[in-house]
């Protein structure tokens, strides 16, 4: 199966999961989970969440920021992946001077 994120509408999404700023994104979701491509602007984030049905898998394709998972702090940049399993709990905040962009993986468990 080919995705064509270039095919895919963009949507914003204003303080997500508590964030600050806006998350663009371009999302293609089945039952299984959800795979995406999105945009963290400077000074933006993702707010802290669990993980409670899913892994979460974000590969930074450009941009400097850093991930809080469980309380432990990782640093993000371009060809690192931040890995947060089901029953974790993360935020992603951009810390750098350019967006954040990362390739996403969420897969449900038992979908």
Excluded: W
């Excluded at 509408?9 to 204003?14: A, C, G, L, N």
């Excluded at 930074?60 to 991930?67: E, L, M, P, R």
């Excluded at 640093?75 to 996403?104: A, R």
């Amino acid at each position: 199966m080919l995705i064509d994120f270039e095919e895919l509408k963009e949507v914003t999404i204003p303080h997500l999961n508590g964030g600050e700023g806006s998350v663009s994104a371009k999302i293609y979701i089945d039952k299984t989970g959800k795979i995406m491509v999105s945009k963290i602007p400077v000074g933006g984030s993702i707010g802290l969440h669990r993980q409670s049905t899913s892994n979460d898998i974000n590969y930074v394709i450009s941009g400097t920021g850093k991930a809080i998972c469980d309380g432990k702090e990782e640093i993000l940049y371009s060809g690192v992946c931040h890995y947060c399993p089901m029953g974790s709990e993360h935020m992603i905040i951009n810390t750098g001077e350019d967006d954040l962009i990362l390739f996403s993986v969420v897969a449900e468990q038992g979908g």
